[in-house]
């Protein structure tokens, strides 16, 4: 089989998109693809992951390699049951209680590894992540391949995740084999990471699965003081932090303030930027869609989705900012979607803006 040609000598190699209910033969041969210690991209109801043998550091370290992901940043092992034990060590009671309530599911555990997990998996710490997803294809992949997979989210480091087979193939084009298609993230965001070493609690990332459903389980769990930090020099708790996410083509800020004022600001900007966009809630559309009329050059509006609905703008988000950059956007406007910092879309906003938020 003609496949990873791209790692060692530079070839672009052919990527199959491929049909999960009607392409068994394509199906098939993702698996052997993994057997093989080579690349798959599939999907999970977080964003769609590249994964390979996580128990095989050879395989690994093309994942670095396709997404151009620095070495010191860890991957995520997902496994297809609950038997941590294979993986992981000094496993408390606080994990057990996390894994029976929310696993299968966008959780993921750091806890002791086992010697079976490389350091190349984990970037060089003493720590696994581990993760049980709740996505049929993803765990089918995992028990028929007969091991755990490492899988970051499938797209080049730095951009928005890849929440489709497109976003997927429009990264990876060229450089995987094989991107199984389940259509649309469910959730859209990637995982809440929370660190059980030592059954200590303490949430590294936020996500779908909140700190309030963390502490139904496990009462004195807290968030890390540094979870919106701007810059992380020194070593962080969780290597992830420090680095640039998630990013439009374009700059982008987000704006907390009235509508007079926003109209205002993006007036003033249009001196300097030929292409802006907005990213608003569907509440406030007609607003925006009415004042670009007004304008020489009428704004992008993109609704993310509506105001009550957690799940939509979840879902939304990384698709959204993707679409301002095929859409030639130079200079994109956020609405303040809450005023709560630990909620995971603010947390991927931020990012995205790189931490660009004025209060007018
Ligand atoms: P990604 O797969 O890109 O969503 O990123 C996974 C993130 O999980 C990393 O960037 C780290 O921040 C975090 N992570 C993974 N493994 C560990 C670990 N052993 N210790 C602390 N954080 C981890
Ligand atoms: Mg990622």
Redesign the pocket.
């Known amino acids: 089989m003609a496949i990873n040609l791209y790692i060692y000598i530079g070839v672009c190699m052919e990527t199959n998109i491929i049909d999960f209910y009607n392409d068994k033969n394509g199906y098939n041969s993702c698996i052997e693809a993994l057997k093989y210690g080579e690349i798959v991209v599939f999907p999970t109801e977080t964003v769609y992951g590249i994964g390979a043998n996580a128990i095989d550091k050879n395989a690994v370290l093309k994942i670095f390699d396709i997404k151009c992901r620095e070495k010191d ?4 092992v997902h496994i297809a049951d609950k038997e941590i034990s294979k993986y992981a060590k000094n496993i408390g009671e606080g994990t057990y209680k996390l894994i029976e309530k929310f696993w299968p599911g966008p959780l ?1 555990i ?1 806890l002791e590894k086992m010697e079976i997990i490389p350091y190349e998996t ?1 970037a060089g ?1 003493e ?3 581990l993760r049980m997803p709740n996505h049929q294809i993803a765990l089918d992949l995992i028990k028929e391949s007969g091991f755990p997979i490492a899988a ?2 499938a797209n080049i480091s730095g951009r928005p995740s890849a929440t489709s087979a497109k976003r997927c193939f429009d990264d990876l084009n060229g450089k995987v084999n094989f991107i199984i298609d389940g259509s649309q993230s469910y959730i859209g965001l ?1 995982s809440t ?1 929370i ?1 059980m070493v030592n059954d200590e609690g303490v949430i ?2 936020p996500g779908h699965i909140t700190i309030n459903d963390i502490k139904s389980v496990i009462p004195n769990a807290k968030l890390y003081g540094r979870i919106n930090d701007k810059f992380v020099k020194d070593k962080p ?5 420090k680095y640039k996410h998630y990013a439009p083509k374009g700059d982008m800020i987000i704006l907390k303030s009235d509508f007079k004022n926003i109209a205002l600001y993006i007036k003033d900007k249009q001196c300097f930027y030929k292409n802006i966009g907005v990213l608003c809630l569907r509440e406030n559309y007609k607003f925006y869609y009415d004042f670009s009329k007004t304008l020489k050059n009428e704004i992008k509006i993109i609704v993310i989705g509506s105001r009550d609905n957690y799940l939509e703008l979840s879902r939304n988000l990384f698709e959204s900012i993707r679409k301002f950059d095929d859409l030639g956007c130079d200079f994109i406007v956020s609405e303040c979607l809450c005023d709560d910092f630990s909620n995971a879309i603010m947390n991927r906003l931020l990012k995205a803006a790189a931490h660009n938020l004025i209060t007018l």
Not at 73 to 76: A, E, Q, T, Y
């Open positions: 940043n860890p991957l995520i993921t750091i984990t710490l720590t696994v992540a970051p989210s990637e990471v660190s590294l990332r708790i969780s290597p992830g932090l």
